[in-house]
Each structure stands twice: as structure tokens, then as C-alpha cells.
């Protein structure tokens, strides 16, 4: 375990050990901070202790933490003078100590009592660290409480004994952090791995936004890089522009910058434990009032959150929760009846999936009924009676999204209120995040989160319109599509004054970004036509129409000023490598401004359309033509790529043309010739490009790959194959009719990918 | 660029009438703006526009890791729009307030004035006018009119509502369905 340090505010230029003669501008001095800090540590892990003290009430290394952590506040508090805390931390302690000594037993007011106790001490904390003073020194505030946990302890409370020497408070302090965690972890059930293993645990409220605690390992590296970047800028000030090495220096800059970058993103991940840490809590007094008996199991807390990502979701998370100990888990009574376990056990799960981190929220209760749900979304008016006929399971559970939709029969104090699953939805998209929802009748509910690792820095597309560029966040990107100026009227469909894009016998929007913008309109020789790109947002799904693609960049995000945040368009701007800067569109927004609904029932709907559409005419086919003026097809799904490739690249062997691509080596089919004529252009100095089609049969993983050398691609489309029996086998082609056009069809790539050919046709 | 009202400095006694101010153009009408609010001249910049974005607002620059939103002085005092590069100067009363950027034409340079050569606004001034100027100090080659940069910065002027509808040679600032 590695040791943490503090980190209060940007980070001070004396070092770590630096900190006591910073000055201080706030009313409360370095060393109470650092107290508070601890302390609500302390209270943190107590807090986790004490859920589970209830469940394993003989644990001794469970109540041995919860003794340390008030013990510790209060030996603090002794030395700094904080009578009011002292007192009632005293009386906690006396408490716990009969506790631990065995002459009480763990119940269920005990906790409860211990509970408030947690709640008292961190009142006084926050009073605090907000005024510097704990309040009245008298105690009467507390004299309540001291007197219900003397009370429980079976006392009068002026029988409380004496305070013990503070002194010892301090080598405990020390102690605490490492080895109690190990104590409480051993022989301890799976359930509940107490989240106070991690030295980096975020302190509650407003300090939890202004402090972090970081890694000295993680510290070292930053300051490491930062002497190299340092290093790095004195030699190229003194080599210059001109001099031999400048490209090596660049090079070198650009590798300090990524490693420094990944550095200070790692110092920004906190473990998501730190979050699931106050649920046992909250789920304790919920099942309490909701008459429910609730489990909690944690997995995968050490699975790292950028910090201001870990804030959004808290929100979220917790409605989940509530709702999952609400809606999803039975009474004790329903579930015996229904042959499970009298306690519901409610497990919350983080883990990595392909650069995004996903939190499940599982509950082994009754499941999302399906007709209920319907039921209410018709009385609501969300769906129409026949919609919800017609609607499968699947699409049923959506509708627990739509904003003004839930099923308690009752409104309680916990849910109810309409406001639930939408908010969820909204909060986790915000975040550039998605919510799914599985439920299977009378075994549980699954609810997944899925966020990315971090906010800062955007994978995006850079897009031009009207002169300007802006960036499209490449999670709401689905697909791109080239429009030629030729093609243009063909392919776009009016209905009235809105335009539509047929793709793939689906209707797309189109939206103008110049238009909606109010942009002058680029010059009027748009000889090269425009670009399509499908974007899908909260529900919409659209295609925005812009003038240029540039480069795939990942962007900084940098906010706006309020100003220009009203205009609620765009989610912020970037610096591009150019220096320029682009503005962030909001494509939820931008769908919003331009009209475009969310399409969320219709969505299956079409679905089911484009398949029943595809079952009656047969695959889809990429068209090109090899040979002049012949148009050749393959199976959509067997090519795996388009490239476009230098001439010079590509290579021979035996005759046979080749391509390094990828590490692999592929041979090239090249039908038409089409290498031996772009060889003379070659010869005659011109720089060609070689458009190849990357094949691979997806049905047996690419284990037979080739390319395709061909003149053009033209067009993706539908197709019937003509069965023509044994002639058109030798051919090693097959004819189908793609658009009303005859068209040759290729099915050479791989055995298997024949026969399913042949299913098809 | 003559930098006006130097001559003035040997007249001004007292240490405490003297206030230095920087002086910029917007067309042919000069104005100034006391330096101690001006954190820095960035010099012509290009500007991303903003569409949809008020009249008012020039667009933004990049500025030291932030993004710098910037006023169009022209474009608050009903100008047409300015064909050459534009100054931007930075504007932050202090650390705590939000920073923004003012778009002129040219910036001259620092003059030092009396305070008593201060005149208020006249009491004909249109509500734009008596918004946006804080009198003006008599120099010898005209008028130089004072500027307040905390009543130039954007979040202030949208409250305001005076500049919401002047749209002039500017972006339409009407959503476009």
C-alpha cells in the first residue's frame, strides 16, 4: 500500500511536507484541516463498519474499527480543543467499549443509536471546518444524544467515567490506516468489502469537491515528466526551428505530453468504491423504512472514475438504488411466498468494458412488470393502446425512460413522484453515457450504466459548414455518408419543406448545420458535394448535413462563458491542432433546435420493417466496378474495410501482387487490371492511390483475408441473386439484380462464406 | 498612433486627479478605459465566430488555456461591422471576475488625465449610450469617452436586454427552424 498524502487546493510549490508553512487565507488552520480530513475518514469507514456490524454482529475486527475511528477523533479533538466533539465522542466511545468488551449486544436500536452518533460527529465536523468553532461549548445540543447512548449502555448519564489520557489517540491514528482494514477483511464473508481499504478515500461534502488525495508514486511521475517537458523546451529553444534534431525533439514533446497527460488522469481517477461506500447506509435506512430486509454486495470498488465524472453519477447511482430497494426487491413475506430468501440482496458491480465503465445495479427482486408497465404508459398517454400491443418485451422496458413515467401504485417518500428513470437517463447522458435496463419476471432487475473514463478530453470528429469547424463527440457519431453533388438529388426526399435521407430504406431527417445556424452558406460552387453524418442522441437519430469532414481529433473541452452557454447549442469549445478554435455542438441540442423527436417506439418498428424488407429482397451489397463499366458486388459483411493505398506500397511476389496491411500480409484479386494501368500513370510521376477492398469472411474470423483492387466504389444497396444454376458456378460469380441493375457477384472469399451465399440465393 | 492628451501631464498637479487610461478607436470616436482594468492587449486576433450567439459578441479567442469570450465595441454602439483585423484587449476587474474580451478597432496607447477634466454624460444620451458611457474627458484633439468595462461584460449586457435585438451586419440571432 502506498502512501497518500493530502492535497488541498492547486498543488503547492513547497512539496508535499510543504504544506504547514503555506499561508492560509480560510478561518480554520492547516492542522485542524487535516483533522477534519481524517476524521470524516474515519467516520466514513465507521459508517461502513457499523451496516455491517448489523449483519455479522461478532465480528470483533468490524467493532475494533469502529472503536478506533471515534477513539481517534476523539484523542484529536482532546489537543485541539474541541470540547463539544470530545464529549460526544467520548460518550460513543464508552459505549463501544462495552460493546467490545462484550457486555452489550449488537441490535438493531444499537446501531441505530451509533448511527446518529456517526451523524452528531459529523455535524460538529462540517460546523467545523464552515466556522472554524464547533458552536456552543456548553453541549447542551448534544446532551440528547450522549444521554440516549448512555441509555443504551444501560447508564445514567452522569455515571459517564472519566475521559481517558488522548495521548494514545495518536500512534492509533497511524496504525489504523493499514492494518485495521486487513483485520476486518480476514475471515469476513464477500460480502461487503469494506471500501476503507483504499488509502484514497474522498472526504464527504464541500471538502470532497476541493480536495483530492493522490498517490506520492503518481505525484513523483507528474513532476518527473514536467522536468523532462522542461528539459525538452530548453533544447528547442536553443536548437531552433532549423536545427537537424527538431524533429526528435518533437517527437519527444509529443511523448512527454501523452505520458503526462495519461499521469494527471490517473491522478484524477478515484475507485468507484468511494461512491458505492455510502450506499450500505442509505440502503440500511431505506430498507428500514420501506419494510424490507436488504443485502448489499459490492464488486469491482477499486475500478477507477474520473473524480468529476464519479460526482455525476452519484445522483443517479443513488436514484437507482432507491428505486431498486423500492420497486425491485419484495417484501420479506413476498418473497418467502415466492420461494426466495426473506432478504433481498441488492449488488452493485463496476468493471471496465471496451473504454467505457459500467455500473450495474442488480436486484434479485420482482422484476419490472412488463404489463403494468404498459398499462401506465397508456394511461399517461406516452403510447397509444395499439403501440403497446405490438410492442415486445424489450420495448416495453424502455418505456420506464420517458420522462413522467412510474409504476409505484403509490407515491412514498422514497419514489414515486414521476420523476425516476428520465432524470436518470438525462444525468447519464449528459455525461456522454448510456442507461440500459434488463428485468426478468420474478428473478430481478439489472440496471447498467455506462460512462466513459473521462470528461476532459473528447474523442471527436472535426466537421466544416459555413466556413467554420466545429466538433461532433464520436460516441453520438454512428456512421458518415458521402452525398456527390451529382447524387444529391436523387438520394434526398422531400416531404413538404423537410428533407430526408434515404438510408438503407430508412427515412433520416436531415439537418442543415449551416442552416439551423443561421451561417452564410459556403461558397456557391459546391462542386464536391456534401457529407451525411448520422448522428444519434437522447432517442434522435438524424443526419446533419455539413460542408467538409476534417480530421478525427481528440479534443480538450474547454467551457463557455454563461453567455454563450445560453444559446444551449454548443457544449463547449476546443483548441485544434491548428490553433484555431471549434466550437462543440450538443447533439441532443442541436436534434431539440432543429425539431427532430426522439423516435423511440418507432425505432423498433423500423427496425422490424428494414428486416422484413431484407428477408423479402435478399442481402446487402457493396457495388464497385473492377472491370470498365461492369458492376461487380460483394456481401456487405464480408468487407471489412475500404482503404485507400499508395501505389508504391503495394508489393510483388511470384507475380502476384501483395499488401502489407495491418501485419498481415494480403494478397490482392485484381479482376480488372486495374494495378497495370494506374502503373503507367505511376511511371508518368503522378502519386496514385489504390482504392482496396479489405475482405475477410466475419463467420470465421478473418482467417482467409484478401484485398480487392478496384476502380470504384460505388453505391451500398439490396440485391436478389439470380439462381443460375452450375454455368454461373464455374464462373466462380453469380448475377444478381441490385437497383434493377445486372450486377456480378463475387463469392470467393472463404468456403463457408460460399454456402451461406448460396443460402441466401 | 499620436497619443493624445500627453502634453496634459505637466498640468496635473495632484497625484490623486490623475487617472491613466487606456485609449482605443471604434470608428472615428476614441475612447478610454482606465488600465488597471485592462489585464492585457492581445492584439489582432482572429476571432471564431459564434453563431446564434448575441449581437453583441464578437466570438471567442483562445487565451492562456481558457476560452475567451469577446465583445464587439462596433457592434454595442450600432456600427457596421469593422472590414480590417480587430484589436481584442482582455478585461478582468479582478481575480474572481469572469474575464472577458473588448473588440475595437485599434488601440493608441496610455494617457494620463485629470480627473476634473471628466464630464458626465450628457442628459440627452440615448439608454444605450448612458449604459455603456461613463462621461468623457475634454483632450485637445476631441472627446475621449469612458468606458466601464464591468457594464461591457457579456453576462451584464444580456441582463441588461438594451442589446438583445441590434443585430447589424451580425449573425441573425433568430433560431432558424
Redesign the interface.
Known sequence: MTEAIGLRGPIASGGPHGYRSTPDIGCVDELTKEFIAESQEGLDRMERCLTELEMRPDDTGLLGEIFRAVHTIKGTTGFLGFDRLEKLAHAGEHLLGSLRDGKLEVNSDLISGLLRLLDGLRAILLLIEETGSEGTRAGDEDGELIAELASLNGQVPAELPEIEAPQIALVETTRSEGVAPAASNSGASPVLQPGGLQPTAVTEKASADKTLRIDVDVLNRMMNLVGELVLTRNQMLQSGMEAANFPELARRLDSVTADLRETVMQARMQPVGNLFGKFPRMVRDLARTCGREVRVEFSGQETGLDKSLLEAIKDPLTHAVRNAVDHGIESPADRVLAGKSAEGCLRLKAFHQSGSVVIEIEDDGAGIPIERVLQKAIERNLVTAEDAAGMSEREALQLIFLPGFSTAAAVTTVSGRGVGMDVVRANVEKVGGSVEVESRRGVGTTLRLRVPLTLAIVPSLVVKS?G?AFALPQSTLVELVDIPEREFAQVVQRIGSSELYRLRERLLPMVWLD?????DADNPDQSKGHYLAVLEAEGCRYGLVVDDLMSPEEIVV???????R??G??S??T?LGN?????ILDIGATAA???VKPIEEEVGEIGAGEAAVQEATGTSFLIFEDRVRERTALPLDVVERIESVPLGQIEYAGGRPLLQYRGELLPLRDEGNVLMELESARQAGEEVMVTVLICGDASVGGAQRGGMVVRQVLDVSTGTLIDQGEASHEMGMELALVKEKLTQVHREFGVKAKAAWQEVA | MRIAGREKVDEIQDESDAVSLCSMYAGSEMFGIDTRKIREVLGERDLQRVPMSPAFIAGVVPYRGEVLTTVNLRALLGMEAHTGRCCVLVMAEDEAAERFGLVVDAVGGVVTVSRRMLEDNPCTLEAKGKWLFDGAYKMDAGLMVQLDPQRLSPSRLSEVGLFKSSSNGGIDASPDR
Open positions: 459555413g467554420q442552416r439551423l445556424l443561421g451561417l474547454k467551457p463557455l462563458s454563461p453567455v454563450l445560453e444559446i447549442l454548443f463547449g469549445a483548441v490553433g484555431t478554435l471549434a466550437l433546435r432543429a425539431g
